[in-house]
């Protein structure tokens, strides 16, 4: 059974740090992102990153701020996310799956895990 379990969420302060981490078990996968959706809006893609590769894709509304990054040896993906701001609250999503066109598309991805509340106070 496929499974992807995100960790690491919380209320954190503008201009902190949080570090978000997902889990992956039942297989291994070539790809895995992390997506966000805020209350009232639709999902939007946050960061993606091939396994094999390393070879990173990130939104231009995070660029320069989030890393993605990947623990061959625990089977895990972070979300390192520094320079928090209030429009980067939502629920963060990790999702899994082949490597296909699209790397930040959600429809690119075939697993996703519960979710992750990420707040960010002023």
């Known amino acids: 059974q496929v499974q992807l379990v995100e960790s690491g969420g919380g209320l954190v302060q503008a201009g902190g740090s949080l570090r978000l981490s997902c889990a992956a078990s039942g297989r291994a996968f070539s790809r895995y992102a992390w997506f966000r959706q805020a209350p009232g809006k639709e999902r939007e893609s946050v960061a993606a990153?091939?396994?094999?590769?390393?070879?990173?894709y990130y939104a231009d509304s995070v660029k320069g701020r989030f890393t993605i990054s990947r623990d061959n040896a625990e089977n895990r993906v972070y979300l390192q996310m520094s320079s928090l701001k209030p429009e980067d609250t939502a629920v963060y999503y990790c999702?899994?799956?082949?490597?296909?066109?699209?790397?930040?598309?959600?429809?690119?991805?075939?697993?996703w895990g519960q979710g992750t509340q990420v707040t960010v106070s002023s």
């Open positions: 990153i091939t396994w094999t590769s390393g070879s990173t």
């Open positions: 999702a899994a799956g082949p490597v296909r066109i699209g790397a930040l598309a959600s429809t690119s991805y075939d697993y």
